[in-house]
């Protein structure tokens, strides 16, 4: 098994900053991709980025430019900083790690952006 532990989240103004974390632990063998997803209240988690082993990086549309994700592959953690947020970033944001080929998630942290 692996554990997942985010942080980071928070109240914050539009236009504003957050750093989101997400460390994995536990039975690590071959970690590929990790991530980050979302979900608000009535709607379907969605992509926010994704980044290989590799560095290759993939981002939502709606973010690209304002959000950055990174990884420490020493560390087994997963950054994602975002800048310029704004009332639509408000969401639940899920760590997501490829351990040997099984995806987990992490337990999610809110973050709520105000106008």
């Known amino acids: 098994q692996v554990q997942l532990v985010e942080s980071g989240g928070g109240l914050v103004q539009a236009g504003g900053s957050l750093r989101l974390s997400c460390a994995a632990s536990?039975?690590?063998?071959?970690?590929?991709?990790m991530g980050w997803y979302r979900q608000a209240p009535g709607k379907q988690r969605e992509l926010v980025a994704t980044?290989?082993?590799?560095?290759?990086?993939n981002y939502a549309d709606s973010v690209k430019g304002r959000f950055t994700i990174s990884r420490d592959n020493a560390k087994n953690t997963v950054y994602l900083q975002m800048n310029s947020l704004k009332p639509e970033d408000t969401a639940v944001y899920y760590c997501?790690?490829?351990?040997?080929?099984?995806?987990?998630w992490g337990q999610g942290t809110q973050v709520t952006v105000s106008s």
């Open positions: 980044i290989s082993y590799g560095n290759s990086r």
């Open positions: 536990g039975s690590i063998f071959s970690i590929n991709a």
């Open positions: 997501n790690v490829v351990n040997a080929g099984t995806p987990y």
